[in-house]
Structure formats: structure tokens, C-alpha cells
T-cell receptor, first 113, second 119 residues
Framework: QQQVKQSPQSLIVQKGGISIINCAYE??????FPWYQQFPGKGPALLIA?????SEKKEGRFTISFNKSAKQFSLHIMDSQPGDSATYFC????????????FGKGTKLTVNP | GAVVSQHPSRVICKSGTSVKIECRSL??????MFWYRQFPKQSLMLMAT?????????EQGVEKDKFLINHASLTLSTLTVTSAHPEDSSFYIC???????????????FGSGTRLTVV
């Protein structure tokens, strides 16, 4: 049973465009939702994270939108750059619970120059 | 910020030998570390949770005797792939959760990964 569903599987965006990746979760006990960026041959790096008491969080060109009632959250990358080309994973975890991150299947983003 | 160092980054070994991968938290103490396996173009698959001073907790389907985990200190966890075979070739990644002073929460930090190739 996949607890975090991520879409799309791949995304191609032109430089300067907006990249949008969506995730949906099932477990209402999740209370921390991070996004990770992974380049080939490297470990994932934390990009931005949000807690369910906040509907939006912005850090530079990256924004998380969170809809608690719909159990959905999304990553928006504004002014996408070729250097943003990577695989992005959403995740969710229950802190104080199992502490295990549950990952989405990933989205491969390609930003064309 | 919290940094997790993982070594080696790449290793090639002969079938039947054992390989040890180290994961260190450099600037924080990690009572719990996590080991993942990642196949090409796939997501991270949790293999086990490593607890300092106690036995690791393995996910269903992960062979405990093949993937030995030792978490002897608050800054070091090791994964040993025993009697490695070509099907064990994969990308292995460790992770730890960091909490800073005053309760600052750094979330989960990942190592840079180890590419294991068994020939």
C-alpha cells in the first residue's frame, strides 16, 4: 500500500517556467512533509518542508502548498532553471511515531534551456 | 546544519566477499539512523532502522544475516553486506534525524550514498 502518491512521474519545463509536483497522502497521523532533491549518484538533499498547521511555505523559488482537508501537498518551483533538473521526492512522517519517512515514487524534472 | 558523511562513495567487490559501509553524523548525535536501498530510477526503499546500543529493526523482506547493521556510537552506524552477490549491487544511502540546540529541528539528513557493484 503506497501511502504517499506522487505525480507526475516525469516533467519537462522550459527555463523560466513553473514546475509543479503533486503529492497525496492517506495517513492523517503524518505531521511533517519534506521535499527532497536528488541528483544522479548523490543522496537526497532536503529542499523544503512543511507542517500541517501551515498552508504554504516559501523559500526562495521553492514553495510548498499544503491542503490538509484534501490530504494533498505540492511543490512549486518558480523561474525553473536547468540546474533544477533532478529527481524530486515528496515524503511524509509521523514524528514521535515510527519516525520512518514514507517516500513518493519521485518525479524526474528536466528544465530545458 | 546537520551533516551526514557516508563512505565509501563507490565500491566494487567480488562475489562472496563482504563490504562495509560507514555512516557518520558529523556535527550532531544520532540515536537513530536509517539505511535505504535505491534501484535505478526508483524511490528509496527503507531497509532497516539502526538504533544506538541496540539491535537494528529490519523491514519486512530484508535479510538480517545478509545486511548486518551496527550502531556502536551516537555518531556512527555501519552496514555490512555479507557474502555479496551481483543481485546486491545497488545504491545504498543512510540517513539520520538531527535536532539542534534549543530544539531546533533539522529534519532528516541523508548521506551521499554508496554505489556497490558486485562482480
Amino acid at each position: 500500500q503506497q501511502q504517499v502518491k506522487q505525480s507526475p512521474q516525469s516533467l519537462i519545463v522550459q527555463k523560466g517556467g513553473i514546475s509543479i509536483i503533486n503529492c497525496a497522502y492517506e495517513n492523517t497521523a503524518f505531521d511533517y512533509f519534506p521535499w527532497y532533491q536528488q541528483f544522479p549518484g548523490k543522496g537526497p538533499a532536503l529542499l523544503i518542508a512543511i507542517r500541517p498547521d501551515v498552508s504554504e511555505k516559501k523559500e526562495g523559488r521553492f514553495t510548498i502548498s499544503f491542503n490538509k482537508s484534501a490530504k494533498q501537498f505540492s511543490l512549486h518551483i518558480m523561474d525553473s532553471q536547468p540546474g533544477d533538473s533532478a529527481t524530486y521526492f515528496c515524503a511524509a512522517v509521523t514524528q514521535g511515531g515510527s519516525e520512518k519517512l514514507v517516500f513518493g515514487k519521485g518525479t524526474k524534472l528536466t528544465v530545458n534551456p | 546544519g546537520a551533516v551526514v558523511s557516508q563512505h565509501p562513495s563507490r565500491v566494487i567487490c567480488k562475489s562472496g566477499t563482504s563490504v562495509k559501509i560507514e555512516c557518520r553524523s558529523l556535527d550532531f548525535q544520532a540515536t537513530t539512523m536509517f539505511w535505504y536501498r535505491q534501484f535505478p530510477k526508483q524511490s528509496l526503499m527503507l531497509m532497516a532502522t539502526s538504533n544506538e546500543g541496540s539491535k537494528a529493526t529490519y523491514e519486512q523482506g530484508v535479510e538480517k544475516d545478509k545486511f548486518l547493521i551496527n550502531h556502536a556510537s551516537l555518531t556512527l552506524s555501519t552496514l555490512t553486506v555479507t557474502s555479496a552477490h551481483p543481485e546486491d549491487s545497488s545504491f545504498y544511502i543512510c540517513s539520520a534525524r538531527a535536532t539542534g540546540t534549543g530544539g531546533a529541528y533539522y529534519g532528516y539528513t541523508f548521506g551521499s550514498g554508496t554505489r556497490l557493484t558486485v562482480v
